[in-house]
């Protein structure tokens, strides 16, 4: 049964080149073809719906696309899939549901994405010609990057459509649970409200908070069960009597030995005595510092920035920055730039265990938990023995079939804002993300209260 988990990198490349993000009718024609097929085989999304709240959405919707407002959508990324599941969903299926509410859009509804290179590096060349086609802008996420910031903020203050981005920064593994929000959105909205005040200044910038949650069916259970079967064969505890255990049980048996697995690779002493939490912490620490022995960096303070650090090096050696074409060097020359690649893949290991950890550690769940969360929990598990074994994001599993129910709040006004963010920027900040984290808190417990099918 034993085979590489994933096909490691031998080979430097040159930097990735990336078209200006323009709209490109021929592909919006493509998605709107395959895009329906898409979210269903990658991410198992078989409905989208509205629910309480869309009167925020269409509202911020029709201001934008009349030029009355600019729109920045803040939407939530638990899972992988959100802003091209979003894009399909406002190009294909919003003007028809704001119609049915009586609210009729100037254009038709669309947004523009920020995302960052590591997509396309990723994601590969559907990737590479998708996003810069359907108005998406690149943005590196932990080194200055004047070009995409200048990008951001023309479409924000001249560009037709709202502009989406997700605070979190990257995929957070739970719905119900806000582990953190970076402040980029509010800081990149508060520039443009004073650069619109000063050349618009009946025009307000407003950011909609947006929350995605997910809900399965009948059809779930009978995935997720196959999930777990396969986690367990992965864990070695596979067995005729396994699906007489407790839920919980079985999910505990393999989490603790993949705990297990991780503290024998990286020396822990293994003490079964100490809670979960701190188990997976001292994993995250030793893999960091591992990381940053073998590129050969100094630690820092603070947890991100160190993790990011790594990110961006080792991309950096299996993407040359500003190498256009490795055909001049030298034999020798390319072949140290590939161990150099080869090398960074084999330190991004370390780095993808830890990026996930970081919100798995404060994860859980009992028999007691919705069903949404269990779920939730078992594709957390297979991930977390997914990134022992070297994978990373792109071996996520997505649970068949799911449904998938956006929330909005009111919007922010920045632009009223402005007048405290001149007095103290550091303040308004705080003010406004705390405003922000709180609207995602309101949508994930209006969403607990809910009862009845979601409208759509």
């Known amino acids: 049964m034993y085979k590489p988990f994933r096909v490691p990198i031998i080979r430097a490349f040159p930097d990735i080149q990336l078209g200006e993000p323009r709209i490109s009718l021929l592909v919006i024609f493509l998605i709107r073809i395959l895009g329906r097929l898409y979210l269903f085989l990658y991410y198992g999304i078989a409905r989208i719906l509205l629910n309480k709240g869309d009167h925020h959405l269409l509202n911020a919707f029709q201001r934008a696309l009349a030029g009355k407002s600019r729109l920045i959508i803040a939407f939530r990324h638990p899972n992988g899939g959100e802003p091209q599941m979003l894009s399909w969903f406002f190009l294909f299926k919003l003007r028809a549901l704001a119609a049915a509410r009586g609210v009729r859009f100037a254009r038709w509804p669309h947004t523009v994405c920020v995302y960052s290179y590591e997509v396309v590096r990723w994601g590969g060349g559907v990737a590479k010609f998708v ?38 920064g990257q995929v957070s593994y739970t719905v119900d649970t806000i582990h953190r929000l970076e402040p980029g959105v509010v800081r990149i909205g508060f520039t443009a409200a004073e650069r619109l005040a000063a050349k618009s200044p009946d025009v307000p910038l407003e950011v909609l908070p947006l929350s995605i949650h997910f809900r399965f069916g009948s059809w779930g259970s009978i995935t997720v069960e196959m999930l777990l079967r396969k986690i367990e064969k992965f864990a070695g505890l596979s067995g005729p009597g396994r699906k007489k255990l407790p839920l919980t049980e079985r999910v505990a048996q393999c989490r603790d030995h993949f705990l297990g697995v991780n503290e024998e690779r990286y020396k822990i002493p293994h003490d079964p005595s100490l809670p979960f939490s701190a188990r997976i912490e001292q994993i995250m620490t030793a893999a960091l510092e591992t990381a940053e022995r073998m590129l050969g960096v100094q630690g820092h303070e603070d947890f991100f920035y160190r993790m990011h650090r790594i990110r961006q090096l080792c991309w950096d050696r299996i993407y040359l920055p500003g190498v256009e074409s490795l055909e001049g060097m030298s034999p020798i020359e390319r072949s140290v730039k590939d161990l150099q690649a080869s090398e960074a893949w084999l330190i991004a290991r370390h780095q993808e265990l830890i990026d996930f950890c970081w919100y798995f550690r404060s994860s859980g769940m009992d028999e007691s938990s919705a069903f949404h969360t269990k779920v939730e929990y078992i594709q957390n598990l297979w991930d977390f023995a997914n990134r022992s074994m070297g994978g990373s994001y792109g071996d996520r599993v997505s649970i068949f079939p799911r449904r998938v129910i956006i929330h909005t709040a009111p919007v922010i006004n920045l632009t009223e804002r402005l007048p405290a963010y001149r007095a103290n920027r550091k303040e308004a900040i705080a003010t406004a993300m705390a405003d922000l984290r709180q609207a995602y808190q309101d949508c994930i417990d209006l969403e607990a209260t809910l009862e009845g099918p979601p409208r759509g």
């Open 131 to 168: 996003m810069p086609n359907v108005g998406a802008m690149p943005v590196h996420h932990s080194k200055m990057d004047s070009r995409g910031m200048a990008r951001i903020y023309q479409a924000i203050i001249d560009g037709p459509y709202p502009l989406a981005l997700a605070p979190e």
